[in-house]
């Protein structure tokens, strides 16, 4: 994927920022001495803030990365639109932002203009949600829950910004956002024109969607949502281990508050919920995606289990449509020898899951990407299988 316009936005910076505040009662001023210290040239432009040399690292999940050369924040959509048609007619790199959860940036930064989308817009009417892109996703979450609706409880505690969230297709405990997002608004950096796309255009796939094919395209403004009245009731629970929690038949349906509750519970205990104390979540949640396996590869990759762990070890298997398995990539890393916490340098693989790689405080993007080198390197040694990473690479590649 190309590096400099990749089209990832997830966690917002203000918002991560917001939350480190709400946690240490710091209030503002954390924020404001962030923006303060962050530029050798600042000017603000009605209300878009315009910053030089600001260093990126702030606005990522890991705290990685080095600066940018020009750093704009844009509060509403006309405002995303007027930067990112100033980048396109003077030729310069773009770089959009929501987030940063989902985001590795090279340690030499990033040559262009990087744009933190920052809008806020929550409105909902009757199960029609929509939402602006730099909305605060599981924040939206928690207030669609709370008007006792179903549809996206599940994908509670995910960082990122709702604009993300059709990128890549954002999924966790038996919930995918293709299920109920009904259409995204974008800006069309080819036709220059605000276009509506319908979820059938969208090419939603696991992790994967046509706006992650095609980055350089589209500017996700509103995500469109239809959710679920269920009277009070959370939709039905697919994942195993989210009934299991709550003691009842994959299938079943509970309070949506309990549901949402629950996922909260399981993702903080694999460090999947952003806690700035807790270097487990310096991270991108999964690094990997978990690879799908045709018949073949997987009857070979099936051979090479039972050669290195032994007769009776079966490793996770998930249909995957279409003759196709699905397999765990935390499993795979964790068989090669990967186990929780591994590494002994700053960047190390998380004492909690090993789907996730962590910056222990003082990381390198280089300290990581060796990381994930090994990593990678080490699975395909035992398994023959690549892994393919999840986040969006900036600057570098694995
Ligand atoms: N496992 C291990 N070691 C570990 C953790 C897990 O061996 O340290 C194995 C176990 O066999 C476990 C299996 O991996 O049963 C699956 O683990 P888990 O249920 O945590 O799910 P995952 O496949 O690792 C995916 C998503 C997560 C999402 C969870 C829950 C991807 C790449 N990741 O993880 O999404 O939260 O399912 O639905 O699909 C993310 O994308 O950033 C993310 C966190």
Redesign the pocket.
Known sequence: MSASTAATRAWSGEAWHARVDRRKGSAHGRAVRLWAGLSVASRTLGRVQELHDAPLAPLTTFRLGGPATRLVTATTDAEVIAAVREADDSGTPLLLIGGGSNLVIGDKGFAGTALLIATKGFALDGTRLELAAGEVWTDAVARTVEAGLAGVECLAGIPGSAGATPIQNV????QEVSTTITEVVAYDRVTRETVTIPNAECAFSY?HSRFKADPERFVVLRVRFELEDAGGLSGPLR?A?TARALGVEPGDRVPVEKARETVLKL?SG?G?VLDPEDHDTWS???F???PILTEEEFAAFHARVRERLGEGVEP?AYPAGQGHTKT????LI?KAGFT?GYGSGPARISGK???ALTNRGGATTEDLLALAREVVAGVREAFGITLVN?PVTVGVSL
């Open positions: 999924g966790a405990y038996g992790r994942y281990e993702r694999k999947m991108a949640g999964s990997f995606t978990n996770p765990s990539a935390a499993w964790d929780k899951h090993t789907l999840e």
